[in-house]
């Protein structure tokens, strides 16, 4: 690892390839697509994704299926090591960058989104990815995060929640339910946590989904959707932290009880869940959704899903269907639209000023000088 300039690590693939065009390799498109013809790309496999660095987190994190799936999908995108950039804030998930044999680096507390803005700015030809956790992402590093998803900033952000501060030995974080005894509440959580994915929907991010970490097959198919969006993709993954807090996500993951609490959205098909579909969501009389018994109202009554709704209204009111995910809980992708992407798109630019009319543009008006 080679320092940089600041507080994070810089990390480069183990190939020695460096990300600078015309080298030969496959050229990504900046919203994570790769491109077919690159004949260095055609036997990539998870083995050319993982790094020599020793994996360090807890056993039994969720973490490690995180980093396992998204080794074993990185291969689909067609997109060479040296093309794809792996950026991280503080915390546990932090690490991230260190496993993946891509380029990346390990920013400072919550500018993983501004420095991979920077990145994303600069070199529209990489695949960018930014890994953050519920304290990173949603505490200091709120501000960033809410506007790289306003400005439709073309990051893939894989959002950790795992509603602790883990790294730091268990305080509680910005989605830590009300009452949560921990090292830094004594006396309960008095704050009412953030709902990530209100929180990017409100900041009307054009994709924004919610998977897993034990859910392999889950978790895979939400990362190649986000992959595959132009533009800012956030998806905020359950991921259990079995020292600090063990079972956060019980409900919607343990074998006995996720049939009946997960919630799983698909594109254009009415929302039902349960063991036997017996229960689904509809619109009630004052306008909020509501879970009811399939055999009292019939299927045809059922709220069809649909993540290509312009309007993130309906999208918002399923979020909030579950304040903490003690119940039934949706799952999956609840946006998915197009707009226009940061940097991109734009109108051709005029020629650059000349110097002289650099001159007069900073002389201009009121000057003064200081002797």
Excluded at 25 to 33: L, R, T, Y
Excluded at 188 to 203: K, Q, R, S, Y
Excluded at 296 to 323: I, T, Y
């Amino acid at each position: 690892m080679s320092d940089v300039q600041g507080n994070g690590h810089a990390h480069a693939p183990g190939n020695g390839h460096a990300p600078a065009p015309g080298n030969g390799a496959a050229h990504p498109h900046g919203d994570g697509h790769g491109d077919a013809g690159g004949s260095s790309t055609a036997t990539l496999t998870k083995a050319d994704f993982q790094s020599d660095q020793e994996t360090r987190w807890c056993p039994g994190c969720g973490d490690y299926a995180v980093l396992s799936a998204v080794q074993q999908f990185m291969p689909e995108l067609g997109i060479p090591p040296e093309r794809i950039v792996f950026i991280t804030g503080i915390g546990c998930a932090g690490r991230f960058a260190y496993y993946m044999d891509t380029y990346g680096m390990h920013g400072i507390h919550g500018r993983a989104p501004a420095l991979a803005t920077g990145l994303a700015t600069a070199r529209e030809d990489l695949s960018i990815w930014v890994v953050t956790g519920d304290g990173d992402s949603l505490s200091i590093g709120g501000n960033h995060l809410i506007h790289a998803l306003r400005r439709n900033v073309p990051l893939k952000i894989l959002l950790f929640n795992n509603q602790i501060y883990g790294l730091t030995k268990g305080q509680a974080s910005p989605t830590s339910e009300l009452g949560k005894i921990t090292k830094s509440t004594p006396f309960g959580v008095a704050d009412h946590p953030f709902n990530p994915i209100a929180l990017a929907l409100g900041a009307e991010a054009s994709f924004v989904a919610r998977t897993i970490d034990r859910d392999r097959h889950h978790l895979t198919d939400v990362l190649r959707a986000a992959a595959q969006h132009e533009g800012a993709a956030l998806v905020e993954i359950y991921q259990n932290c079995p020292v600090f807090n063990d079972g956060a996500f019980a409900a919607v993951t343990d074998k006995d009880a996720k049939d009946a609490n997960q919630i799983r959205l698909a594109s254009g098909q009415p929302i039902r869940f349960g063991a036997e579909s017996e229960y689904g969501i509809v619109r009630g009389e004052n306008g909020n959704l509501k879970v009811v018994e399939v055999a009292e109202v019939g299927a045809e009554a059922l709220l069809v899903h649909d993540p290509h709704r312009g309007d993130p209204g309906l999208a918002f009111s399923l979020c909030k269907l579950a304040e903490t995910p003690t119940g039934p809980t949706p799952i999956g992708i609840f946006r998915d639209v197009q707009r226009p992407v940061y940097g991109r798109h734009a109108a051709a630019a005029a020629e650059p000023a000349s110097d002289a009319q650099l001159e007069d543009l900073l002389l201009a008006g009121d000057t003064w000088t200081v002797a």
